[in-house]
């Protein structure tokens, strides 16, 4: 079965803390995303990258970074966290289709999320 | 990517079928139509995809108009595990080597009533 595991269901941070949230996927897949979930807000694309060591904002990467330094693993980074990054964030993969086909496969695979209160 | 209309929420007796609308009237020939769905506490999963044919798989059916401006959701026998939140999406598949961009709304909460 696909599987897509973050390494922390709920966390609790002090304002300026620099956090770590780990995701980890073991379908070899090339994609790898961060999204985060905010009520009345729904899912919000902070950064995604499509290959080892590459990454691409998405549209809310401010006061995030990511790293991506095995295929398999894909980590977002909170610098300096603050109350406003309080949510539950979730990742997710995905496969990239063969480049020279004209589309990507449409599915994308979900962690159970982390939820992250910073106080 | 075009824009999805879905209503806030939706009820429906155990056992019976549940059908969940998308109006995606702004879709272009070559946009998909995707549905998510988001149990409580737990991350999205993808139900089902199509282009313009029917689809069906053991999750669900996927009915999309003629003229692709809409489209319906079937869950055939909704059990109350099927309570969730769910999300139909649009979007062109990705020819360069970016990734899988969906942009999630805010869905149709549906309950599924004993």
């Known amino acids: 079965d696909v599987k897509v595991t973050q390494s922390s269901r709920y966390l609790v941070k002090r304002t300026g803390e620099k956090v770590f949230l780990e995701c980890v996927q073991d379908?070899?897949?090339?994609?790898m995303f961060w999204y985060r979930q905010d009520p009345g807000l729904g899912l919000r694309l902070i950064y995604f990258?499509?290959?080892?060591?590459?990454?691409e904002k998405g549209d809310i990467p401010e006061g995030y970074s990511v790293s991506r330094e095995k295929k398999e693993r894909f980590s977002l980074i909170l610098e300096s966290a603050s109350t406003n990054q309080t949510s539950m964030y979730l990742c997710?993969?995905?496969?990239?289709?063969?480049?020279?086909?004209?589309?990507?496969?449409?599915?994308?695979?979900f962690g159970e999320g982390s939820r992250l209160t910073v106080l | 990517d075009a824009k999805t209309t879905q209503p806030p929420s939706m009820d429906c007796a155990e056992g019976r079928a549940a059908n969940l609308p998308c109006n995606h009237s702004?879709?272009?020939?070559?946009?998909?139509v995707y549905w998510y769905r988001q149990i409580h506490s737990q991350g999205p999963q993808y139900i089902i995809h199509?282009?313009?044919n029917n689809e069906t798989n053991e999750m669900a059916s996927l009915i999309i108009t003629e003229d692709r401006k809409s489209s319906t959701l079937i869950l055939p026998h909704a059990t109350l595990r099927d309570t969730a939140v769910y999300y139909c999406?649009?979007?062109?598949?990705?020819?360069?080597?970016?990734?899988?961009?969906?942009?999630f709304g805010q869905g149709t909460r549906l309950t599924i009533n004993p």
């Open positions: 997710a993969s995905s496969l990239l289709g063969v480049r020279s086909v004209r589309f990507i496969t449409g599915e994308l695979f």
């Open positions: 379908m070899d897949h090339e994609n």
């Open positions: 990258s499509y290959d080892v060591k590459m990454k």
């Open positions: 702004t879709i272009s020939g070559n946009e998909y």
């Open positions: 199509g282009l313009k």
């Open positions: 999406i649009v979007r062109v598949p990705r020819k360069i080597q970016g990734a899988q961009k969906l942009v």
